[in-house]
Nanobody, 125 residues
Framework: QVQLVESGGGLVQAGGSLRLSCAASGRPLSTTNMGWFHQAPGKEREFVAAISKSGDNTYYADSVKGRFTISRDNAKNTVYLQMNSLKPEDTAVYYC??????????????????WGKGTLVTVSS
């Protein structure tokens, strides 16, 4: 079992930056593939970014490449999402995701076993 708690959401102007954090508990973070998804009102939950257990491998949705960076600090049991050059279309609830199985975190939300409760990011134009 993994428990995930997100923080760092808020209101920001277009072009601004935010850093989201996801604190994990229940097992060592080094045994867990981690990622972020977002869900805008009326839309399906979508993949944003993921990072492997060691942090050596990261992958991103095309819509955020070059603007967002995912990282992890296994000693602090925390995963981060640095979001730069934010756009109004980035407005959504951002969810931390985890998979303890020996496979990469899926980019499909219905194949991810563990979720946080989400943090709201609002980007004003």
């Amino acid at each position: 079992q993994v428990q995930l708690v997100e923080s760092g959401g808020g209101l920001v102007q277009a072009g601004g930056s935010l850093r989201l954090s996801c604190a994990a508990s229940g097992r060592p973070l080094s045994t867990t593939n981690m990622g972020w998804f977002h869900q805008a009102p009326g839309k399906e939950r979508e993949f944003v970014a993921a990072i492997s257990k060691s942090g050596d491998n990261t992958y991103y949705a095309d819509s955020v490449k070059g603007r967002f960076t995912i990282s992890r600090d296994n000693a602090k049991n925390t995963v981060y999402l640095q979001m730069n050059s934010l756009k109004p279309e980035d407005t959504a609830v951002y969810y931390c995701a985890a998979d303890t199985r020996n496979q990469e975190l899926s980019t499909l939300w219905n194949r991810v076993p563990y979720w946080g409760k989400g943090t709201l990011v609002t980007v004003s134009s």
